[in-house]
């Protein structure tokens, strides 16, 4: 399944697998969003599987996001890996 962003009341819904074959154009939109924005609310309610590559792409935009003093805020219940590895990736 094909990633699909939509734009709703300044949230970025995205819906499918963030994975190898979708990580780059995901990347590559949200770095020109970051850019036009001030605040990037993503809503991962949609996002059906996330692999390795998917997750790096999330924490590189984050860091892209701080290194230009915007915020960047990943909300919702999607993939749990997600979430586990933000966690374990704070513990130290």
Do not use: P, W
Not at 4 to 14: A, M, P, R, S, Y
Not at 55 to 63: E, P, R
């Amino acid at each position: 399944m094909a990633l699909q962003i939509t734009q709703q009341n300044g949230t970025f819904l995205v819906d499918g697998q963030l994975n190898s074959a979708t990580t780059t154009s995901f990347m590559n939109h949200f770095k020109y969003i970051i850019e036009q924005q001030q605040n990037v609310v993503l809503n991962i309610d949609g996002v059906t599987e996330i692999d390795y590559d998917g997750l790096a792409g999330i924490k590189t935009l984050t860091a892209i996001a701080l290194r230009n003093h915007k915020m960047f805020s990943v909300i919702g219940n999607g993939c749990k890996d997600i979430y586990q590895d933000f966690n374990c990736s704070q513990v130290a």
